[in-house]
Every structure is written in structure tokens, then in C-alpha cells.
């Protein structure tokens, strides 16, 4: 459950989000001044936290960022404080969207949230077992 999950928003935000998330990204490396560096560190990290807020399955891109960051630390492509700088911002991020979405859950669903995934799985293994 996010912040405009079950909205048609949800979608139509997505796609420019996800073109920002890149454009960061793209900024990240070509910045050549270590003060540029920092600003889209953090620019970063907000565009990827602003991803998992919108749609929760872009937890993909918070786990793809934190991993890419990781990578170019090792092998020095990347300063280490632009890639802490963003870290940090997804992380207090992922606790601020964790508190949204469960204020949003226990307002509009009466604290139960819907489990997608494992009501798929359910799904999956009922018509296994009944097709043998």
C-alpha cells in the first residue's frame, strides 16, 4: 500500500518519476565538481524514495540504487559521500512512506492491508494441486 496506490495517479506518476530517477542517476556520474556530486546524490536518493512512495513495487529501484552505489563506490567510478548522501535520504525516506502507508492503511482499510503476493501464491499452488 503506498501513497496513491489503487489510484489511477499511481501510473501516470510513475513514468516521470522513473525518467527523473534516470536523469539523476545520469547527473550523478557526470558531475565533476564534488559539491555537484553531493546535490545529485541526494537528488538521487529522493527521486528513488519518490518511486517506492508512489508505486511499492518500484522497491526494485531503491534495491537496484543502493546496489549501483555500492558497485561504483568499489571501484572508485564514485566518491563515497554522494553515494552515503543518498543512501541516507532512502533510508529516512523508506521510514517516512513506511509511516504514510500505514496511516493510509489503518484509515482506508480498516489497518488490514491487502498481501497481493501472497494471495497470488495461494492462487498458483491451489491450481497445482488441483490439476494433478
Known amino acids: 500500500m503506498t501513497l496513491f496506490s489503487q489510484v489511477a495517479l499511481s501510473e501516470n506518476l510513475l513514468v516521470p518519476l522513473a525518467v527523473v530517477w534516470l536523469l539523476c542517476f545520469g547527473g550523478l556520474l557526470e558531475a565533476s ?10 537528488a538521487l536518493g529522493a527521486a528513488t524514495i519518490a518511486l517506492f512512495a508512489v508505486h511499492g513495487r518500484m522497491i526494485v529501484a531503491v534495491a537496484l540504487t543502493v546496489a549501483a552505489l555500492a558497485l561504483l563506490v568499489a571501484r572508485r567510478r564514485l566518491p563515497a559521500l554522494p553515494a552515503f548522501l543518498s543512501v541516507a535520504v532512502i533510508a529516512a525516506g523508506y521510514v517516512g512512506v513506511r509511516f504514510l502507508n500505514d496511516f493510509l492503511i489503518s484509515r482506508n482499510y480498516g489497518g488490514h ?3 497481493e503476493v501472497g494471495e497470488q501464491n495461494q492462487a498458483w499452488a491451489t491450481s497445482t494441486v488441483c490439476s494433478r
Do not use: E, F, T
Open 33 to 42: 565538481r564534488a559539491r555537484a556530486r553531493a546535490w545529485w546524490g541526494l
Open 113 to 115: 492491508q491487502p498481501d
